[in-house]
C-alpha cells in the first residue's frame, strides 16, 4: 500500500509549499517577519482547497500580505482574485498587461475551459528588484522563454530558487507557450546557471536538490530545443518553396 506524500511540506524555517491541486500548480508560503508572502495562487476552483491549508497552519486569507506571480498562466495565477483586496499582488510587468487585459489566449483560460475571477496587479516586478521579508529576501530575475512574463524568485543567502515554469528537477524545461521565445528561454537558463543555487523549488513536479547537475542540463535542453526548432522551421520554408516551384500554391481556374 503506497503513502499519500504530505499536501504540506515544511522546506525550510517559515518556507512551505502547498503540494499542487491538479490541474494547478505548488503553492509556496514565505512567513516573513514583516509579512506573509505567497507565491502563485493555483487554480481558481482549487482556492478552497488553498483555504484549508492555509487554515491548517493558522492563517486566514486576508493574512497574506503579499501575493508574487511567477507568470500568467491559469494553473499558478486562478485563486489571486480571492485575496486581491487585502494583499499586494505583483507580477512582471509583461505578465502584469496580460492579466489586467484579460487575456485568456495567453492565460490559457479559454484553451482548456476552466474559470477565471478578473484581478488587477499592484505592483510590476522588475528585473533585479529585491523584496526584503527580514528572515528571507527573494530577488526578481526575468526568465522569458515559456511565457515573456515568466520571472524567478532568488533567495541569495540560502541559495533557494523558487523557478515557477522556468525549470524543474532535472533540468527539465516547459513548453513554448503563447507570448514565449525559445531564444529567451536559453538566455534565462544560461543567467540562472550562473548563480548559486542550493535548491530548486519549482511550479510542478519534485524539488531539485541538485542543481548543479540540472541546471547545465536545462541550459543543454534549451540549446537542443532551439537547434530544433531551427531545423524544423528550415524543413518548412524548403517544403514551402518546392510547392511554389511545383504551382501547388497557385489557384485553380
Known amino acids: ?20 491541486e491538479k490541474p494547478g500548480s505548488h503553492i ?10 505567497l507565491i502563485d495562487t493555483g487554480t481558481t476552483g482549487n482556492f478552497p482547497v488553498l483555504k484549508r491549508r492555509l487554515a491548517e497552519v493558522g492563517l486566514r486569507v486576508r493574512d497574506i500580505n503579499l ?25 512582471h510587468c509583461l505578465a502584469a498587461n496580460k492579466l489586467e487585459l484579460q487575456d485568456e489566449f495567453v492565460t490559457l483560460n479559454k484553451y482548456y ?12 516586478l522588475e528585473d533585479g528588484a529585491v523584496i ?60 540562472l546557471n550562473n548563480l548559486r543555487i542550493k535548491e530548486i523549488y519549482p511550479g510542478h513536479g519534485r524539488l531539485s536538490t541538485t542543481p548543479e547537475e540540472d541546471l547545465p542540463k536545462a541550459v543543454e535542453n534549451a540549446q537542443a530545443l532551439l537547434n530544433d526548432s531551427k531545423l524544423f522551421f528550415e524543413t518548412f520554408i524548403r517544403t514551402r518553396e518546392l510547392q511554389v516551384k511545383q504551382g501547388y500554391w497557385k489557384k485553380k481556374g
Not at 509556496?28 to 508572502?37: A, T
Open 1 to 20: 500500500m503506497t503513502t499519500e506524500p504530505p499536501k504540506i511540506v515544511e522546506l525550510r524555517p517559515n518556507i512551505l509549499q502547498f503540494r499542487s
Open 28 to 37: 509556496y508560503l514565505i512567513r516573513g517577519d514583516s509579512k506573509n508572502v
Open 67 to 91: 501575493v508574487l506571480l511567477t507568470h500568467e498562466h491559469f494553473d499558478h495565477i486562478g485563486a489571486t482574485a480571492f485575496f486581491h483586496r487585502t494583499a499586494m499582488v505583483a507580477a
Open 113 to 124: 475551459n476552466v474559470p477565471s475571477r478578473p484581478f488587477w496587479v499592484d505592483m510590476w
Open 132 to 191: 526584503d521579508l527580514g528572515n528571507y529576501k527573494l530577488q526578481v530575475i526575468h526568465t522569458p522563454g515559456h511565457t515573456s512574463g515568466c520571472t524567478c524568485l532568488y533567495e541569495p543567502d540560502e541559495g533557494l530558487l523558487f523557478s515557477g515554469d522556468t525549470v524543474f528537477a532535472g533540468g527539465t524545461l516547459s513548453n513554448i507557450a503563447g507570448s514565449g521565445s525559445v531564444s529567451d528561454y536559453v538566455n534565462s537558463v544560461q543567467r
